[in-house]
């Protein structure tokens, strides 16, 4: 089954091997209806934006999708929700997972670093919000350690995937070479993972660039998932530095947020 003819030219949909029914999207900020400086397609309700030109956006989005994508109050954190037809939106968790056909897991991003993810066999699937907070986690557990749980220790057994059965599509973020950061951030993830400081570059004063899509590659190898597609940290997938095409948060402060979506059809 084909996307609708409306689907935005610009937007992504990923290359990857997803099996049959499993249809992802990323949006751009091209096709919507909001104005400066959150023109135009902003699909986030907490930026400032006006919310009947916000619920026009999101009314375009479910047009394209053809399944109800559900948004989170996302907090950068690790919880991850199952979606079915009687949840609404809001709810606070940085990812969603479902069985259910005609949900869309939806994460916002304006440079943190959305991934999609399902199963080989096309039973689930599942996005994730993974700025580096949630990426990092507590004790080397973070958002995408919690959301692979998601895909194994499910009942009925027959539903429980191992890791090698997963694979995952990141989404464009905040570049390599625009991700500056503390000592904090460096700590936060080698303190549990030496092998992390690979993703970083020391720069003067302290400072540090982080490359958020090799940390989450990373992440992801140890679990198993080694199907990784998108991202790979190079210059075209950099929300600051395309700002025609992207929204930015750390470029322009005030900004609106793009949607990462996967469902099943």
Same mark, same amino acid.
């Given at each position: ?20 029914? *499993? ?14 400086? &959150? ?67 939806? *994460? ?6 959305? /991934? ?11 996005? /994730? ?5 949630? %990426?990092?986690? /507590? ?19 027959? &539903? ?22 503390? *000592?904090?951030? *460096? ?24 490359? %958020?899509?090799? %940390? ?50």
């Amino acid at each position: 089954m084909a996307f609708p003819t409306h689907l935005s030219a610009d937007w992504l949909v990923p290359d990857w091997p997803a099996p049959v029914g *499993v249809r992802a999207l990323c949006t751009t900020r091209c096709g919507g209806f909001s104005n400066l400086p &959150y023109d135009s397609l902003n699909l986030g309700s907490h930026v400032g934006d006006d919310p009947g030109t916000v619920a026009r956006n999101r009314a375009v989005l479910h047009a394209t999708v053809v399944a109800r994508p559900v948004f989170l109050n996302q907090v950068h954190g690790t919880e991850i929700l199952p979606l079915d037809a009687a949840i609404s939106d809001d709810l606070t968790a940085d990812g969603s997972f479902t069985r259910k056909r005609g949900l869309a897991c939806t *994460v916002m991003v304006a440079d943190c670093l959305p /991934v999609l993810m399902c199963d080989r066999g096309g039973s689930m699937v599942a996005a /994730v919000h993974a700025g580096w907070r949630g %990426l990092a986690g /507590v004790a080397g557990i973070g958002v995408l350690e919690e959301a692979c749980q998601r895909f194994r220790p499910l009942a009925p057994v027959e &539903y429980a995937q191992p890791a090698t059965e997963i694979i995952a599509w990141l989404g464009p973020c905040i570049g390599p070479d625009a991700f500056e950061v503390g *000592v904090d951030v *460096v700590t936060a993830f080698t303190q549990d993972n030496p092998n992390a400081l690979q993703c970083f570059k020391s720069q003067p004063a302290g400072k540090w660039l982080a490359n %958020l899509p090799a %940390l989450a590659r990373q992440r992801l190898n140890a679990l198993g998932i080694t199907q990784v597609f998108g991202n790979d940290g190079s210059p075209p997938w950099c929300t600051v530095g395309d700002p025609l095409r992207f929204f930015s948060h750390r470029r322009d402060r005030v900004s609106g947020r793009h949607a990462a979506c996967i469902w099943l059809e």
